[in-house]
C-alpha cells in the first residue's frame, strides 16, 4: 500500500519519468475493466473504452511530453515547424517497425494521416483540417497546413494520428475500409500496428488479450526493447464488487473505476495499491440559458444572476465528501481540468457563499417555490446522490428542485434539443490541447456550447482567434480572456475534478494512467 498515491496532486510528470522498479521481464498482467472495447482502430475508436487502448496498440509520430505540456519524440525522431507555421517537417526514426517485423516506412505515415483526415472515414477527422497535403521522401515526412496551427503538434501525438501499415490495410479482405479494418481485428495477429503490444485474443464483451510486440522501437532501462511484460489479458466486468473481489482474491492483478466509497478499504489492504491519478476528468451540469424552456414558458436560468446564484450555493467541497469520498478537488478553470494546457487557476470557481447567492436571487426577483429541474442517469448513484444534496443546498434560493431520471441516450437527446433545465455530465479530455475541450464547452458552433444554447460573440470570436494563433504568449491570452468570461456568464454548474481510481495488487509496478485516461502497460512489472 502507498498512501502517496491517494494523493491526486501528485504530478503524472513524477509517474511517467519514474523508472520502473524492477526490470525483471515476463508475466502477464491480469487486468479487470468496467468495458469492452469494440473496435480498437486509431480512426475508428469513439468510445473510452476504445481510445485508452490505443496507445497500447499503435504508436503515434510523436508523444505527449511526460508532464503533458508538450510533445515529445515518438516515431519520428526529429521534428519542426517552419517560421510561418505553415509546414511542419519531421524525420522517421531508422529501424521503426510494425509488429510483424515488417518496416515502417514514410508511405505508411502519409496513408495513415490521409485516412485519419477523411470526413467520410473519421469522426475525428476535424482534429486535421488545418491539414492541406502529407508526403514522403524517404524517411522525411513533409505536412503541409492550409492555414497555421497552433494545435498541429498535439494532434500528431493524439491517438488518430497513430500509423499503421498500409500493406496490411490493402491486403485485408473488405470492400470498404470499415470492414477492412474489422477484418484485420479479427485476425488477432501481429501486423498492422507499431505500439508496444499487438492484439492477439479477443471475445466481444468478455475477454481481450495483447502480446508484446518484440520489434517495439523503444527499450527498457536494461537496454531491451519494452514492454518488460510477456502480455496484458483482460477480463470485462462491468460490476464493480465484483472487480473488486476478483483483485481481492488474487483472480487479477489489478482493476480500474474504483467506487471511490470503496478506496479507504483498499487503500487500507496491504496486499493493494490503491491509485488515485490525476486525470483530465470534469464533472459539471450545463445549464439550459435560452430565454425560453422547450414548452415556450419563461426560463429562470436564462438570467446569468440565477445562474451565478446555484453556483455560490453549491457547496463543491460537501459534493466531493459525499460523492467522492473526499478524493477530488473543486473546478479552478470553468473549462478544463487544471492538468490540461492553459488552464488558469484563480482557485475554486465561486466558492461557497449563501449569503451572496440569496442576495442574488433577490436582486434577480426569482420567485419563491419556483421549479427547476435536474435530469439525471436513472440508477447511477452519483447522480442521485448530486440531486439530494443540491435539492437541499438551494433550497434557500427559494428554488424547488425536482428530478427528471432518464436513460443516457435520452438525456444526450435531451441535450440536444434544448428540453432540459441542467443535467449531470462530465468530460475527458481526448487531446493533449485545449482548444477540444473549450470548442465542445464555449464555442457555439461546435456544439451548442455543450447544448447550454449559450451564445457569445466575444467569446466565439477569441475562439477562432485561437484557432490560428500561433505565438504561444498570445494564444495563452486569447485561452485566459475565454476562462474569464466564461466563469462570468456561468453556463454551467462548476462541480469537480476526479482522479481516475485504479486499484493493483503489491506486485505490479510501473503501471499509470494517464492525465487524458491512456492505460500505459509497457513499463509495467509483475511478480508473482
Not at 467522492?324 to 482557485?347: C, E, F, I, R, W
Not at 465542445?440 to 484557432?467: C, M, R
Request: hydrophobic content about 40%; proline content about 6%; aromatic content about 8%.
Amino acid at each position: 500500500m502507498k498512501r502517496d498515491h491517494l494523493l491526486a496532486s501528485v504530478l503524472i510528470s513524477t509517474a511517467l519519468a519514474a523508472p520502473a522498479f524492477a526490470q525483471d521481464r515476463g508475466g502477464v498482467l491480469n487486468f479487470a475493466r468496467y468495458d469492452g472495447s469494440n473496435l480498437i482502430d486509431p480512426i475508428y475508436a469513439d468510445r473510452n473504452p476504445d481510445i485508452w487502448m490505443v496507445g497500447s496498440l499503435f504508436d503515434t509520430l510523436l508523444r505527449s511530453s511526460p508532464n503533458g505540456d508538450g510533445v515529445v519524440s515518438g516515431l519520428a525522431e526529429e521534428h519542426s515547424v517552419s517560421e510561418d507555421g505553415m509546414t511542419v517537417s519531421l524525420i522517421l526514426r531508422n529501424g521503426a517497425a510494425f509488429s510483424d517485423g515488417s518496416p515502417l516506412t514514410g508511405e505508411d505515415v502519409v496513408f495513415s494521416l490521409d485516412r485519419a483526415r477523411a470526413p467520410d472515414l473519421s469522426p475525428w477527422s476535424g482534429l486535421l483540417g488545418s491539414i492541406d497535403t502529407v508526403t514522403a521522401d524517404g524517411n522525411a515526412i513533409t505536412i503541409k497546413l492550409k492555414n497555421p496551427d497552433p494545435t498541429i503538434l498535439s494532434m500528431l501525438a493524439t491517438f488518430t494520428t497513430s500509423i499503421v501499415s498500409k500493406a496490411v490495410f490493402e491486403a485485408a479482405e473488405g470492400a470498404t475500409d470499415q470492414e477492412k479494418s474489422a477484418a484485420i481485428f479479427a485476425t488477432t495477429s501481429p501486423g498492422v500496428g507499431s505500439g508496444p503490444f499487438y492484439l492477439c485474443g479477443f471475445e466481444q464483451g468478455t475477454s481481450m488479450e495483447f502480446c508484446a510486440n518484440e520489434n517495439y522501437w523503444r527499450d527498457g532501462e536494461d537496454g531491451k526493447p519494452l514492454p518488460y511484460l510477456e502480455g496484458v489479458n483482460f477480463q470485462i466486468i462491468p460490476d464493480d464488487a465484483t472487480r473488486i473481489l476478483k483483485l481481492q482474491s488474487g483472480e487479477v492483478d489489478a482493476a480500474e473505476f474504483i467506487p471511490f466509497s470503496r478506496v479507504p478499504e483498499l487503500d487500507a489492504d496491504p496486499a493493494i495499491d490503491m491509485n488515485l491519478f490525476p486525470s483530465t476528468r470534469i464533472i459539471y451540469s450545463p445549464i439550459n440559458t435560452r430565454e425560453n424552456r422547450a414548452d415556450g414558458s419563461p426560463n429562470p436560468l436564462a438570467d446569468v444572476r440565477v445562474r451565478q446564484a446555484i453556483n455560490y450555493a453549491t457547496n463543491k467541497d460537501a459534493l466531493i465528501g459525499l460523492v467522492l469520498q473526499g478524493a477530488g478537488k473543486p473546478m479552478t478553470s470553468p473549462l478544463m481540468a487544471a492538468a490540461t494546457q492553459l488552464a488558469t487557476n484563480p482557485g475554486p470557481l465561486y466558492g461557497y457563499d449563501m449569503e451572496k447567492a440569496q442576495a442574488l436571487i433577490a436582486e434577480a426577483g426569482l420567485e419563491q417555490g419556483t421549479e427547476i429541474a435536474f435530469t439525471t442517469l436513472a440508477g447511477s448513484a452519483d447522480d442521485s446522490t448530486i440531486f439530494a444534496a443540491l435539492q437541499q443546498m438551494w433550497a434557500p434560493l427559494g428554488i424547488n428542485l425536482v428530478v427528471d431520471q432518464v436513460d443516457g441516450p435520452t438525456r444526450g437527446a435531451k441535450n440536444r434539443s434544448g428540453e432540459y433545465d441542467i443535467h449531470t455530465y462530465g468530460w475527458v479530455n481526448d487531446v493533449n490541447d485545449p482548444s477540444q475541450v473549450v470548442g465542445w464547452l464555449g464555442y457555439t458552433p461546435t456544439a451548442n456550447a455543450v447544448g447550454t444554447g449559450w451564445d457569445n460573440a466575444e467569446f466565439n470570436g477569441l475562439y477562432e482567434a485561437s484557432q490560428i494563433e500561433i505565438n504561444p504568449e498570445k494564444r495563452e491570452q486569447l485561452y485566459a480572456e475565454m476562462q474569464s468570461i466564461y466563469a462570468e456568464a456561468a453556463p454551467l454548474l462548476f462541480m469537480y475534478e476526479t482522479p481516475f481510481a485504479v486499484a493493483v495488487s503489491s506486485s505490479v509496478d510501473g503501471y499509470i494512467q494517464t492525465p487524458l485516461g491512456n492505460n500505459i502497460f509497457e513499463e509495467a512489472t509483475v511478480s508473482r
